[in-house]
């Protein structure tokens, strides 16, 4: 599975964005797909996840209530809605695919076995 993820920018404190993550080479709705983010000089950390069907959706508390990870079912495109944003969420935003997160779980990065390039975030205040 290749992974493209797009849609960052550029943003004020309080406004939205909305990521894209689009896949090529294999069906994306047979894998359970993750958001990771990537501020300099900190470790990657899990944002939000969205089971194969989009039936269940997990978020990390920092953005709970704010963001929105969605998919349709049977369709390459996962997205995350991200809204009221802050200077604290400007990071290297990650799309990654799971067969199955397992006994590692969703926000594990090495639950993931594919990886997007990647899309900056940047909120200023």
């Known amino acids: 599975v290749q992974l493209q993820a797009s849609g960052g920018g550029l943003v004020l404190a309080g406004g939205s964005v909305r990521l894209s993550c689009a896949a090529s080479g294999r069906i994306l709705s047979s894998y359970f797909v993750g958001w990771f983010r990537q501020a300099p000089g900190k470790e990657r950390e899990f944002v939000a996840a969205?089971?194969?069907?989009?039936?269940?959706?997990y978020y990390a508390d920092p953005v709970k209530g704010r963001f929105t990870i969605s998919r349709v079912n049977a369709g390459n495109t996962v997205w995350m809605q991200m809204n009221s944003l802050k200077p604290k969420d400007t990071a290297l935003y990650y799309c990654?695919?799971?067969?199955?997160?397992?006994?590692?779980?969703?926000?594990?990065?090495?639950?993931?076995?594919?990886w997007g390039q990647g899309t900056q975030v940047t909120v200023s205040s």
């Open positions: 969205i089971s194969w069907n989009g039936g269940s959706t």
């Open positions: 990654a695919a799971a067969r199955n997160p397992g006994g590692l779980g969703y926000e594990s990065l090495g639950a993931y076995d594919y």
